[in-house]
């Protein structure tokens, strides 16, 4: 049986998602600072974490109807926000080598995560999903490409964009991307992260396309 009923309740979200938050915090702990597991951690548990941020302090049938295509979105954000401190530290083009390890680490964490829950996997999976991944260049054009923006209002904007908020909403959405963002780039997973140290695993050519 899965964790939620047919149309899980607002609580049962809730206490899912602090509960998720938790587990991983725990299992990563002792993490490996130069494994690809430090990027996979660091990614999944900030994009939880400003998910139920969201879900928590702002009062809107919106959210939980689209708790889902939020947390899609932050994903995508943090995914960029990783890629961005990398590259500011190393070549690109090793940091693009990291990606596809990357891809292939959370698949495997996703699999594990809702083994037990399919109702649960039901509102994440388009995040782990093929239509997630044809998105993942406009996240790249978005947060990567495109210096002009403030990212974090970018990813305000899309996320209002589902969910439509008023002006006062609107706002709390903003801060709450900003200071989750400041907290994300103060985390250890990605401060002590070293490119240099990390055992670069060789993929076929395809998987660099």
């Known amino acids: 049986m899965g964790l939620f009923s047919s149309k899980p309740s607002i609580k049962e979200v809730n206490d899912w998602l602090l509960n998720i938050i938790e587990a991983l915090e725990d299992s990563y702990e002792d993490v490996d600072y130069n494994s690809i597991s430090t ?21 809107n049938p919106n959210i939980n109807k689209n708790i889902g295509e939020i947390f ?7 995914e ?50 093929r239509e997630y991944d ?20 970018v990813l305000s904007k899309r996320i209002n964009d589902i969910i439509r908020l008023d002006k006062s909403d609107l706002g709390v959405l903003s801060n709450i991307i900003k200071l989750d963002t400041i907290e994300a780039l103060n985390m250890d997973l990605i401060k002590k992260f070293d490119l240099d140290k990390f055992d670069m695993l060789e993929l076929p050519p395809e998987f660099y396309k």
């Open 80 to 129: 960029c926000l990783w890629q961005l401190v990398l590259i500011g530290k190393y070549e690109q083009e090793e940091v693009g080598k990291v990606f596809p390890l990357y891809q292939i680490n959370s698949a495997g964490l996703f699999s594990s995560l809702f083994e037990n829950s399919l109702n649960a996997k039901k509102l994440f999976s388009k995040a782990f999903s």
């Open 72 to 78: 899609f979105e932050f994903k995508g954000y943090y």
């Open 39 to 59: 990027i996979t951690a660091f990614t999944i548990i900030n994009s939880f974490t400003s998910t139920y941020n969201v879900f928590s302090n702002i009062r």
């Open 134 to 153: 044809e998105k993942i260049p406009d996240f790249v054009i978005n947060y990567i490409q495109d210096s002009s923006s403030d990212n974090s209002e």
